[in-house]
């Protein structure tokens, strides 16, 4: 079964989404399913190096209390699925483009949920900047990538075009935020809903397909 997650590198919601999806087809090893990430720029506009995540969290959310409490919240729903959130460590907020290249190269090379999960281990975790060139190199080196290669590739504009189109493509159909699911071409799934729900969804799809109509 095919499933399509639309995403973005620096979403959290998507990270927690993952993993709960992960959860629930492991509960299918009976099924073979075949997960293309997408791409999603939250913030398309973002200058190409970045911008210092307290300049920027202040502009767009400013210092009231509900800020932190919104991210004590997704801390602990991130541990309940072994993730763990550490937002101090998160210098900047990075332009997300070249991680989405990444990303599509990945699925050439056979290892395109292992790079999504170590960009957002890498984000969310560990405080890396996804932006740097230097970083999603190292990134995809550590994922069985040709390291030189990807650099090479960074430091041109392959992929940049297709990034774009696939964002505003997005935008424009009915994905109104992410993460966004769409399972076998027919059931679209918005947020990261709990692995029991993913499941039913999956099995719903499964019946759809071996019912198709007449």
């Not at 210092?52 to 729903?77: N, S, Y």
């Not at 090479?152 to 159909?173: C, Q, W």
Request: proline residues 4%.
């Amino acid at each position: 079964m095919q499933i399509d997650v639309i995403s973005d590198t620096i979403c959290p919601w998507c990270f927690i989404g993952k993993r709960r999806l992960q959860h629930a087809l492991e509960q299918r090893g009976d099924v073979t399913f075949d997960v293309h990430w997408r791409p999603y720029r939250l913030h398309p506009d973002m200058p190409k190096e970045g911008i210092d995540r307290k300049t920027w969290l202040l502009a767009r959310f400013g210092d009231g209390p509900d800020v932190a409490r919104k991210g004590e919240d997704i801390c602990a729903l991130g541990r309940a699925e072994g993730i763990a959130f550490d937002f101090s460590l998160i210098a900047r907020t990075p332009n997300t483009t070249d991680s989405h290249r990444l990303i599509r190269w990945a699925a050439s090379a056979g290892v395109q949920d292992a790079i999504v999960e170590a960009l957002f281990s890498a984000y969310f975790e560990q405080g890396r900047d996804i932006g740097d060139p230097a970083i999603l190199e190292w990134i995809a080196a550590q994922a069985g990538m040709d390291g030189d290669l990807v650099r090479k590739l960074l430091n041109g504009d392959s992929a940049i075009e297709l990034v774009e189109r696939e964002d505003a493509f997005a935008r424009r159909t009915a994905v109104q935020g992410v993460p966004t699911f769409i399972f076998a071409n027919k059931f679209l799934v918005s947020g990261a809903q709990d692995s029991d729900t993913f499941l039913r969804i999956v099995e719903r799809a499964m019946e759809a397909e071996e019912s198709p109509l007449e």
